[in-house]
RNA sequence: GGAGGGGUGGCCGAGCGGUUUAAGGCGGCGGUCUUGAAAACCGUUGUGGCGUAUCCCGUCACCGGGGGUUCGAAUCCCUCCCCCUCCGCCA
């Protein structure tokens, strides 16, 4: 969420945010719910006064036994009348919260003007592209020839769009992740969480995927959500606590699944492990102080490319335009793989700095020194990375002319073995 | 899932519907005393909104969340959430 003082006091900062975002929202509206608030505020506060100052002269007067039949009476028509103030005050704010819940983070000003993915910039590129010297497969022909998946029974199990690992597939599913969060846990300072999988619409609400992105979701009967990313219970981890002075920066890691509707995304990228209604991941986040947190952005993406680095995957590294970042992002570094089968560079890793944006959501603060007044901190968070595409980037990147797959190095001690095949 | 008991300030813990705009204690902070410290004593203490107002000042709100009754609610009523104890079920 934005700091809404912003409407009120800087709303062309804020227009000119959302026309950067290629977002249209109203902000005569706001401005005029704003209004609305604030005037049934400073009406009903005088009344309030007065009727505090009179309930303490009626207990006077019953205590002396006295008459106070007058003072009732006026004080009955006080009521009623901060009774519909305050009425409207709350549906005032209440609207206004309604509207203000669905405005995206304004973007950063080094993030460069654009409206969609083409307006992204390469920032830097790691390793040569692989090309081997045979036609290259895509890793679902491979996983289908080495019996690593099995999309048919998965459907059977659940439904289209759910995968299923065998045999030395499924380890290496395993040994993925293993290596990704033993990597961050002890060579980068991340502290390894383990989170619950459903979530409260609460937690969904302070990350951001709520109420805009519902659709997106999976819900349960119960009221609680399959998480979409670990994002959530990270931001979570720390909603409506203070942190003491010297507590930050706090750095989390944790793997789960994650779990999205995909709604109206039928039709792009079918075959294969690119998307998935469930898929596995490694999160990163980031608890940190409001000016240290560009710095963090980059030690993060540095963090997410360790991954890569390690296992010899090349790849890019990707600005987001403003019109291509997520909801709560303000600005955002994408990591692409280089996937010689599919013969380009698929998003592997989405690392954004959040500003105070999640942390007014879920009113996350820290004291700047001892004693200080709350402030709101920024949160970060990366994935680090997609498990199931760096499987499939794995499978593309080291397939062999015979149609095994030699396995990096990185990938030995947690697979117990060095080639998939043959 | 069933039965019972509870949610009050950073923590513990009082609180007949009206000098409680929350007693008392602990902790924290400041001070007196002391060579220094401890002890003792004195003072102080949260969050958010509004007022052109991060501090000061004024005011309102906040006793798990929401709603209601009342001139007035921490206190009474409804509802939801959470915690504890016991029982049941279960990996």
């Given at each position: 969420m934005i700091d809404p003082k912003l409407i009120r006091h800087t709303p062309d900062v804020v227009a000119e945010a959302m026309r950067r975002r290629h977002k249209a929202i109203d902000l005569d509206m706001l401005t005029a719910l704003e209004e609305r608030r604030r005037a049934a505020l400073s009406k009903v506060e005088v009344l309030k006064a007065e009727r505090n100052a009179v309930s303490g002269q009626i207990a006077e007067l019953k205590k002396r036994k006295e008459d106070a039949t007058g003072h009732i009476e006026a004080m009955r028509r006080v009521g009623e009348e901060i009774k519909e103030l305050d009425e409207e005050?709350?549906?005032?704010?209440?609207?206004?919260?309604?509207?203000?819940?669905?405005?995206?983070?304004?973007?950063?000003?080094?993030?460069?003007?654009?409206?969609?993915?083409?307006?992204?910039?390469?920032?830097?590129?790691?390793?040569?592209?692989?090309?081997?010297?045979?036609p290259a497969k895509p890793h679902w022909e491979l996983a289908e020839a080495l019996g690593l998946l099995d999309f048919e029974r998965a459907t059977k199990i659940a439904q289209a769009r759910f995968s299923l690992f065998v045999g030395l597939g499924a380890r290496l599913e395993r040994a993925i992740l293993n290596y990704m969060l033993t990597l961050h846990a002890t060579q980068h300072g991340y502290t390894e969480i383990w989170p619950p999988y459903l979530v409260h619409p609460d937690s969904l609400q302070a990350s951001g995927q709520l109420p805009k992105f519902e659709e997106d979701l999976f819900r349960l009967r119960e009221g609680l959500y399959l998480s979409p990313t670990s994002e959530v219970q990270l931001t979570n981890l720390h909603r409506d606590e203070i942190f003491e002075a010297g507590a930050l920066p706090r750095y989390y890691t944790a793997f789960s699944p994650c779990f999205r509707a995909e709604a109206g995304a039928a039709?792009?990228?079918?075959?294969?492990?690119?998307?998935?209604?469930?898929?596995?991941?490694?999160?990163?986040?980031?608890f940190v102080e409001p000016e240290r947190s560009m710095d963090e952005l980059e030690s993060l993406v540095a963090?997410?490319?360790?991954?890569?680095?390690?296992?010899?995957?090349?790849?890019?590294?990707?600005?987001?335009?403003?019109?291509?970042?997520?909801?709560?992002?303000?600005?955002?570094?994408?990591?692409?793989?280089?996937?010689?089968?599919?013969?380009?560079?698929?998003?592997?890793?989405?690392?954004?700095?959040?500003?105070?944006?999640?942390?007014?959501?879920?009113?996350?603060?820290?004291?700047?020194?001892?004693?200080?007044?709350?402030?709101?901190?920024?949160?970060?968070?990366?994935?680090?990375?997609?498990?199931?595409?760096?499987?499939?980037?794995?499978?593309?990147?080291?397939?062999?002319?015979?149609?095994t797959v030699a396995l990096p190095p990185a990938l030995h001690p947690f697979m117990g073995c060095a080639t998939i095949g043959g």
């Open positions: 005050a709350h549906i005032a704010e209440a609207e206004f919260m309604q509207i203000l819940l669905t405005i995206p983070n304004l973007p950063d000003a080094g993030v460069p003007d654009g409206a969609d993915a083409d307006d992204n910039v390469v920032v830097r590129t790691w390793g040569e592209p692989t090309q081997p010297d045979f039709g792009q990228e079918s075959r294969g492990l690119i998307r998935q209604h469930q898929f596995d991941k490694v999160e990163m986040y980031k963090n997410a490319e360790a991954v890569l680095q390690g296992l010899g995957l090349p790849y890019r590294v990707v600005l987001l335009c403003a019109g291509d970042m997520g909801f709560s992002a303000l600005k955002t570094y994408d990591l692409e793989v280089w996937m010689p089968g599919m013969g380009k560079y698929v998003e592997i890793s989405s690392c954004s700095n959040c500003g105070d944006f999640q942390a007014r959501r879920g009113q996350i603060r820290y004291r700047r020194e001892a004693g200080g007044k709350p402030e709101l901190l920024h949160t970060l968070n990366g994935s680090g990375l997609a498990i199931g595409r760096t499987w499939a980037a794995v499978v593309e990147n080291y397939q062999q002319a015979d149609g």
